[in-house]
């Protein structure tokens, strides 16, 4: 079965820091991994998704993340946050056939 | 482009009673799926649709059912509300059944309810 593994449900960081959300998947063939952002009472948004080719992937707002399969991971990252960056971010998992997987999320708090 | 879109915002409802919540897909796509997303946790996926037909369920009783009318927009029917049914439902729309599973997901602003 597969299933996303969230580190840390809550990471506060200053404006202009390093962003990095952590999360580590498990399936037993390699899946398509998504990272996806809610605002306060919106719905989610994509920011970025591997599904084959490069590992490294660049997605919207300045965000990537990189897939590395001995890892089992697909860490968000962002080189310098911004306010506007505050917010819950959510991984996410599927292989062929089946429906997303979520992460249980982290809130991104950022500080001026 | 109109994006996926749902009706109502906030539903209030009471234990037993039954709700009926709306989604309008993005244009040009054919398949939407909703998920329950409870406070805290992240969405659990109740069932999908693709051409008027289930493709898909969750782990989520019968009392969770669904439609999707010929213009793609869905409706997602849960009867004999319990107040664990209280969560933010979310409707997601794609432009092809999800049988290569790299698809985007297009996610409405979703319904939250309350069951008191």
């Known amino acids: 079965a597969q299933s996303v593994t969230q580190l840390g449900s809550h990471v506060s960081v200053s404006e202009g820091a390093l962003v990095l959300l952590r999360c580590n998947y498990s399936s037993s063939v390699p899946p398509y991994l998504f990272w996806y952002v809610q605002y306060p009472n919106q719905g989610l948004q994509l920011l970025l998704k591997y599904t084959t080719g490069a590992t490294l992937v660049k997605g919207i707002n300045g965000f990537e993340a990189e897939f590395k399969k001995s890892e089992t991971s697909f860490h968000l990252t962002k080189p310098s946050a911004h306010m506007s960056d505050a917010a819950e971010y959510f991984c996410a998992v599927r292989k062929a056939g089946t429906a997303l997987i979520f992460g249980k999320g982290t809130t991104l708090s950022v500080s001026s | 482009e109109t994006g996926v879109t749902q009706s109502p915002t906030h539903l209030i409802k009471t234990r037993g009673q039954q709700v009926t919540l709306r989604c309008s897909s993005q244009?040009?796509?054919?398949?939407v799926s909703w998920y329950q997303q409870a406070l805290g946790q992240g969405p659990q996926f109740i069932f999908q649709?693709?051409?008027?037909?289930?493709?898909g369920r969750g782990n989520f009783p019968p009392r969770f059912s669904g439609l999707q009318f010929p213009n793609y927009s869905s409706e997602l029917n849960v009867n004999a509300l319990e107040l664990d049914d209280s969560a933010l439902y979310l409707c997601?729309?794609?432009?092809?059944?999800?049988?290569?599973?790299?698809?985007?997901?297009?996610f409405g602003p979703g319904t939250r309810l309350l069951v008191l």
């Open positions: 997601a729309s794609s432009p092809t059944r999800d049988s290569g599973g790299g698809e985007t997901q297009y």
């Open positions: 244009s040009g796509h054919n398949t």
């Open positions: 649709y693709y051409r008027e037909e289930e493709n």
